[in-house]
């Protein structure tokens, strides 16, 4: 069991992903989704649609849930832009010290702004198949970080807006 455990760990931390694969999903993801204010905006959805129920039921309290979900997205959204990364949080003065800590260390475990968005936008990885290296490959990965960008936000948005409620309401809850 260790031995299968730890090869699917390996696979799932170096894929070997095939170049025609990933070419097939930035190119799905650039004609459908990518460039999409509309789909961005639709995602932003996800913070009352999926957050709220799960808060909610948690810590069983729906209205302290809806409460500190509306505060969080209004402190998102008071925070100082910070180009690709959206609103920052961590430079916010309506955020305490541990908050402040808490978002950070989301931040660097790679929990609140690595996006599935960039990751198909291909993206994520500036080295993905080496293709930083070559002068097309360059202005490509460029191209899809721009396509990426909208949906990129929005979900970093709706991890830090969750991430902060449900951070209060385990405090308030003991």
Same mark, same amino acid.
């Given at each position: ?7 699917? @760990? ?84 309506? @955020? ?23 990751? @198909? ?19 490509? @990965? ?33």
């Amino acid at each position: 069991v260790w031995n299968e455990l730890s090869a699917r @760990l390996e696979q799932i931390m170096n894929p070997n992903i095939s170049p025609i694969a990933q070419a097939a999903t930035s190119l799905g993801f650039f004609w459908n989704i990518g460039p999409s204010i509309a789909s961005a905006m639709v995602n932003l959805t996800q913070t009352p649609l999926v957050a709220y129920p799960m808060l909610a039921a948690r810590f069983k309290a729906r209205k302290s849930a809806a409460v500190e979900l509306a505060k969080a997205s209004q402190e998102y959204f008071a925070a100082p832009w910070e180009g690709d990364k959206g609103f920052n949080m961590m430079a916010s003065d309506r @955020l305490t010290a541990d908050e402040r800590k808490m978002i950070e260390s989301l931040v660097e475990d790679g929990t609140i702004d690595v996006t599935q968005a960039h990751s @198909l936008a291909q993206a994520a990885s500036p080295d993905f198949l080496n293709l930083a290296q070559s002068a097309h490959g360059h202005q490509m @990965l460029k191209v899809m970080r721009i396509v990426s960008y909208p949906f990129h936000v929005a979900e970093i948005a709706n991890r830090q807006i969750t991430a902060l409620a449900a951070y209060r309401l385990a405090v308030n809850s003991g």
